[in-house]
């Protein structure tokens, strides 16, 4: 399984420009309503610096590259926990990546993100996205499954643990603030972070 890294950051980057006032409108019900802007802007970044590097394009020098630039233009808590993940990623991923490299390069970049953000599963976070897609992967590289079975599965788990987050209270992040006013309202991060996995999914070559 190759998953090309530089389509991965255009793609996420695309999904992300078509999402972003839906991000932004999540972000206002519990958050500080700039998550859509936020994330636009550093996936702008993103591409237009793949498109001026002159550098290699392997998928961990895209990732790092990527990485750098998302700490760097994004606010909030989004641009260090993206690129926490894209760094952790890159330093893990090895060429010529297989599924079983490619998953456990995505779970180093969760580990990073719940390293840095000191969240859990079910605190209301990306964490509720990447989390469940992190261990579908490891399930189907354990299974044997093909590389888009495998990438499917990871979608659909990342997705379904997004639409978990409409029912939990927050616990980290501004959205703790709100206590049991938090309920009821789908994640920001966690959407955005589906999207990630998506773009993996639509990156696979």
């Known amino acids: 399984m190759t998953v090309d890294a530089a389509a991965w950051v255009r793609g996420f980057a695309a999904l992300v ?3 972003a006032h839906e991000l932004t409108a999540l972000d206002a019900a519990i958050g500080d309503a700039d998550h859509g802007t936020n994330m636009q802007r550093g996936m702008s970044a993103a591409v237009a610096a793949l498109d001026d590097s002159d550098a290699g394009g392997t998928a961990a020098e895209v990732c790092k590259q990527t990485a750098m630039v998302l700490i760097r233009t994004v606010g909030g808590a989004s641009g260090p926990l993206y690129g926490t993940f894209f760094l952790r990623f890159a330093g893990a991923i090895q060429p010529d990546t297989e599924t ?3 998953a456990r390069a995505f779970r180093a970049g969760l580990d990073g993100v719940i390293a840095r953000g000191k969240a859990e599963l079910g605190d209301k976070t990306m964490i509720d996205a990447l989390s469940p897609a992190a261990d579908a992967l490891d399930k189907q590289v354990a299974a044997g499954a ?3 079975e495998a990438l499917d599965a990871a979608v659909a788990a990342a997705e379904s643990g997004r639409d978990a987050t409409t029912s939990l209270l927050a616990r980290k992040g501004r959205a703790s603030y709100l206590g049991e006013r938090s309920v009821g309202h789908q994640d920001p ?4 972070a589906a999207l990630l996995v998506l773009a993996a999914r639509q990156a696979l070559r």
């Open 100 to 102: 079983a490299d490619f």
């Open 17 to 19: 420009d078509a999402h």
């Open 146 to 148: 093909a590389p888009a």
């Open 189 to 192: 991060g966690a959407t955005s």
